[in-house]
Nanobody, 122 residues
């Protein structure tokens, strides 16, 4: 299983970005699919996740109301629409999957992608 994240970039405060994560290889309906982020020198932080089968979602409090996670099962792709971006959202964003989970720590992921950098300037 391989995950390829894309869509990062640089925006000003209040701007928007849409991240994509293409999952290739064997996939399971029981997968939880999620986004995590990391600022250099800090721990990975959970951002949002979605159950591939049901579409049920979970968000970190810090992004609720601003970020929306979604998936296209036919294309094996997950998205993260990020609106009203703040400087504190600056990080490398990683997509990851874990079997039979909706919430997990990044280190518990079964597979993850290479990360895409999001920079929000004030």
């Amino acid at each position: 299983v391989q995950l390829q994240a894309s869509g990062g970039g640089s925006v000003q405060t209040g701007g928007s970005l849409r991240l994509s994560c293409k999952v290739s290889g064997r996939t399971f309906d029981r997968y939880g699919m999620g986004w995590f982020r990391q600022v250099p020198g800090k721990e990975y932080e959970f951002v949002a996740s979605i159950k591939r089968s049901s579409g049920r979602t979970v968000y970190a409090d810090s992004v609720k109301g601003r970020f929306t996670i979604s998936r296209d099962n036919a294309e094996n792709t997950m998205f993260l629409q990020m609106n009203s971006l703040k400087p504190e959202d600056t990080a490398v964003y990683y997509c990851a999957v874990r079997l039979d989970a909706l919430s997990w720590q990044f280190r518990e992921s079964n597979y993850w992608g290479q990360g895409t950098l999001v920079t929000v300037s004030s």
